[in-house]
């Protein structure tokens, strides 16, 4: 063995070709071996022997022929959307979302519950529960067909430790997720910023799909950005790049709910309209959807 080969490199290799064939599948399908060998660089036999594998376990499936150039039609293939599912949460800012996602990452169902200011995360953590038991006792009687949980969190994310950091909102720190839900359900779980769930989400599916390099801002009840370069995620030193939305733009601003004064959220999130109509004589149960509505019928307030 030479001394720079690193072991397990080749399985470590095929289980990266094999996350490449099926992002190409999911991004570009219906499409022929043939064509992912191209857009891949990789030889035809390691594509062949790639999707065998994945038609063995039910994940991709052949769905039609492609245009003949003279030979035979080419097998065209696409993922097949009922081979597994994902639990999908997120934890807003106001909100609680549960979702079941098929492999095609369309929502099957849902559950949602609102959220308050400095809500206990024992409450949040009992209702997140109780949903993604209540999905998988309807939805999901197949346990073995759940590839795992994902969770989009607001505030500070640790990642590669599954921790949400600080949660301004709700005032939680050093809450690590992953084991709480890795323990509950034994499948794997992946906790992340809401922002960067979104940047992803935009990356494979959305404006982001043809581009490799972006900055995605998320405007909400707070702010907060995501920057995928290479189509890969930039985390910074401490994993907290992108929450400009503390920046401080007033010196001596309004109280920020991180602690600081005179951030960016105070005057240009869904927080901030909301409290300019409260100082302007609106009910404290004022929210930003009732604000939408006012706006839709016309008042001028």
């Not at 991004?27 to 990789?42: D, F, G, H, Q, T």
């Not at 581009?211 to 994993?239: H, T």
């Not at 105070?266 to 901030?272: D, P, V």
Request: with cysteine.
């Amino acid at each position: 063995m030479k001394k720079n080969m690193i072991p397990g490199s080749f399985q470590l290799m095929k289980k990266i070709n094999t996350g490449l064939v099926l992002d190409t599948i999911r991004l570009y399908a219906p499409i022929s071996r043939v064509e992912i060998s191209k857009m891949l660089n990789l030889t035809p036999a390691t594509v062949t022997n790639i999707t065998a594998e994945l038609l063995k376990r039910n994940i991709i499936i052949e769905s039609d022929f492609g245009k003949s150039t003279g030979g035979r039609k080419p097998v065209l293939l696409k993922i097949n959307p009922d081979s597994y599912y994902v639990i999908a949460a997120h934890i807003g800012s106001t909100k609680l979302r549960v979702s079941v996602m098929n492999m095609e990452s369309e929502i099957i169902c849902s559950l949602t519950e609102k959220l308050y200011p400095n809500m206990e995360f024992e409450k949040v953590k009992d209702i997140m529960i109780d949903f993604i038991n209540q999905l998988i006792k309807e939805y999901l009687p197949e346990k073995n067909k759940i590839l795992g949980i994902g969770v989009a969190a607001h505030g500070l994310v640790d990642f590669n430790n599954g921790t949400i950091t600080f949660a301004p909102n709700f005032g939680w720190k050093n809450i690590n997720l992953r084991e709480i839900l890795e323990r509950e359900f034994d499948v794997p779980a992946f906790v992340d910023r809401d922002v960067r769930a979104m940047a992803m989400a935009e990356s494979w599916y959305g404006e982001g799909r043809e581009v490799e390099d972006f900055i995605c801002i998320k405007v909400g009840y707070g702010i907060g950005a995501a920057f995928i370069k290479d189509k890969q995620q930039l985390r910074g030193a401490s994993d907290g790049l992108g929450e400009f939305g503390h920046m401080k733009v007033e010196i001596n601003g309004i109280k920020c709910i991180c602690g600081n004064y005179g951030c960016l959220e105070n005057y240009a999130s869904e927080r901030a309209i909301v409290r300019y109509a409260m100082e302007n004589g609106y009910s404290d149960e004022l929210d930003i959807e009732k604000i939408h509505e006012e706006v839709i019928k016309g008042n001028q307030k």
